[in-house]
């Protein structure tokens, strides 16, 4: 099986998979805030200043012009937690063979993206070409802010993200910024610190990772010599890390149900467990297997019950956090099925719990599980997410392992890791039309 070559010098890792099997070549860049060592408003505003696209005609065109110059389309941008961590990833891909001078447009795009990360006017100097960008940033600072002051932690009318987002908020996790957050971050534009915390990101953990019919010593060298910048820290200097979020989850009360009115017209439910079970650990194969029965496919218990059979939902699906270690059911129903939804899910979770899985559904659940890893081994930008989930989480657990083990799990292990499970939150968002005060 196909693995990536990886060398890192300081903070900056590359990791290089030579294969013919995809007709274009990949780059991705994902630059990783731990543990709050930078506010998540300023890293976010950061961030978005350097990759995303101003809303200024001219920034786009000549962005644009570079691009179609190297044969490339977009730059697609994503900002991420994972844990307490914010991941903020960058990609890039071109045809492999299709142009010419392949090889020299796999460095000029890797010069764009420097270009963009270490010729923003955030870097000071006196290079004319920044100068001529300051009057831009300044409008773009603006427009950020404007974007930091509506930002929610997710996309506020996609109503599963939002009572998703609510249960992790409720249980401690990072979400959408506080009114402290957003002073913060007016503080640092007001007072122009944000060029000391754009010097802060350019020290936190870079992970480079190229995809595709490379040589990866030369690819390798290549993007060292590229992305590692002129710029060191001096010995006297020293970085604050920031505590952004004191409250754990361990402070939530287990089992709570919260309930919140909202403009909508059918009921959003999310039941949060946390699984005690930490990425790459000896019981992570059962767990996935659980959640594969549980909620996570179209076979599963929760769909088959609620969805088919009862007809009291129009979707129910569940979703794995590694990284905080819970587990989701997210549904949508009429208000008169509430109480009748939130029993059947605790029923399933109950029957697994004692292990009631017949040989013929534990083997449609695994076939399903290496189906599912098969389609993520097709995806470039999947194989990327699965290498950085294991770089972030310290495990050095393959892909061939993880198959293995989830071939080798039983029912009563299964079984185990399900009674280990809490409920630890029910979070309702009710139609503001139909409440009554009884609901």
Same mark, same amino acid.
């Given at each position: ?51 995303k696209v101003s ?19 977009? &730059? ?26 392949t090889q020299e447009r796999m460095q ?65 996790? &990072? ?34 990772? &190229? ?20 710029? &060191? ?207």
């Amino acid at each position: 099986m196909e693995s990536f070559v990886t060398e890192q010098r300081n903070h900056v890792s590359v990791h290089v998979l030579p294969t013919r099997r995809y007709i274009n070549r990949y780059i991705h860049l994902s630059i990783v805030n731990v543990q709050g060592r930078i506010p998540p408003m300023v890293f976010a505003v950061i961030m978005r200043m350097l990759f995303k696209v101003s809303s200024v005609a001219a920034g786009k065109r000549e962005l644009h012009h570079q691009l179609w110059s190297i044969g490339v389309n977009e &730059i697609k941008f994503d900002l991420e937690h994972k844990g307490d961590m914010q991941v903020a990833s960058i990609r890039m891909h071109m045809p492999a063979d299709v142009l010419p001078r392949t090889q020299e447009r796999m460095q000029m795009a890797m010069n764009l993206l420097a270009e963009l990360l270490y010729g923003s006017s955030l870097a000071g100097g006196s290079n004319s070409k920044l100068h001529r960008k300051v009057g831009a940033e300044e409008a773009q600072i603006q427009e950020e802010l404007i974007w930091a002051e509506h930002y929610a932690g997710y996309n506020s009318s996609a109503w599963d993200e939002v009572v998703r987002g609510r249960c992790m908020e409720s249980l401690g996790y &990072i979400g959408r910024p506080t009114a402290q957050d957003l002073k913060l971050l007016r503080t640092c534009v007001q007072e122009g610190e944000l060029k000391k915390w754009y010097s802060e990101v350019l020290r936190s953990p870079f992970h480079v990772h &190229i995809i595709g019919d490379v040589q990866p010593d030369t690819m390798i060298r290549q993007v060292l010599d590229t992305f590692m910048p002129a710029f &060191i820290m001096a010995d006297n200097e020293h970085s604050s890390p920031v505590i952004l979020n004191s409250r754990s989850a361990e402070q939530q009360k287990l089992g709570e149900m919260m309930l919140e009115l909202a403009d909508i017209q059918q009921c959003k439910l999310n039941v949060a467990f946390t699984t005690g079970v930490t990425y790459g650990s000896s019981d992570y194969a059962a767990l996935f297997l659980f959640h594969s029965l549980f909620g996570a496919s179209p076979a599963s218990r929760l769909n088959l019950e609620l969805r088919e059979r009862k007809q009291w939902v129009y979707q129910i699906y569940s979703t794995l956090d590694d990284y905080r270690g819970t587990l989701h059911v997210t549904t949508g129903t009429s208000s008169s099925y509430v109480t009748d939804v939130l029993e059947a899910i605790d029923a399933q979770w109950m029957r697994l719990c004692g292990g009631d899985i017949n040989e013929a559904e534990m083997n449609r659940a695994v076939q399903n599980m290496m189906h599912y890893v098969q389609v993520g081994l097709d995806l470039p930008e999947q194989m990327v997410k699965l290498h950085l989930d294991r770089l972030l989480h310290q495990v050095e657990m393959t892909t061939q392992q993880f198959l293995d083990a989830v071939s080798c799990v039983t029912s009563e292990e299964i079984a185990v890791v399900a009674s280990r499970m809490n409920k630890a939150l029910t979070w309702i968002l009710y139609p503001e039309s139909e409440y009554t005060g009884t609901a």
